[in-house]
């Protein structure tokens, strides 16, 4: 019975954390320009959270399988092994993926 209140109240409190994120609008993350010479307009949006905060994520997702698999394998000090472990594959992971650029055009149209 506790269980079944202990999971409840935890997909409760997710969905609660991740409403704020689904419900933005997209009209403040995107910027237009407009070139007068070629007449034209370019549209730029802002990345999405994985993209701006990307090393961070690589570093965490690594750290938290490490921690998993070190824990089955070898208890609480597998634990911390294999979440040092894991960091450091994360972030070796992210030193190999390229670049990207903040802003990026998503489009550009002719005004007639």
Request: proline letters at 3%.
């Given at each position: 019975?506790?269980?079944?209140?202990?999971?409840?109240?935890?997909?409760?409190?997710?969905?609660?954390?991740?409403?704020?994120?689904?419900?933005?609008?997209?009209?403040?993350?995107?910027?237009?320009?407009?070139?007068s010479?070629?007449?034209?307009?370019?549209?730029?949006?802002?990345?999405n959270v994985?993209?701006?905060?990307?090393?961070?994520?690589?570093?965490?997702?690594?750290?938290?399988?490490?921690?998993?698999?070190?824990?089955?394998?070898?208890?609480?000090?597998?634990?911390?092994?294999?979440?040092?472990?894991?960091?450091?594959?994360?972030?070796?992971?992210?030193?190999?993926?390229r670049?990207k650029?903040?802003?990026?055009?998503?489009?550009?149209?002719?005004?007639?």
């Amino acid at each position: 019975m506790l269980k079944k209140y202990f999971t409840t109240f935890m997909m409760l409190t997710m969905l609660a954390v991740m409403l704020p994120l689904a419900a933005t609008s997209a009209d403040a993350q995107t910027r237009r320009y407009y070139n007068s010479r070629t007449r034209t307009y370019t549209t730029y949006r802002r990345p999405n959270v994985y993209q701006r905060h990307r090393k961070l994520f690589n570093i965490g997702i690594g750290s938290g399988v490490g921690l998993l698999f070190g824990g089955l394998l070898g208890g609480r000090k597998g634990a911390a092994i294999g979440a040092l472990a894991g960091a450091g594959g994360g972030y070796l992971v992210t030193k190999k993926q390229r670049s990207k650029n903040y802003l990026r055009p998503v489009r550009s149209y002719r005004n007639y």
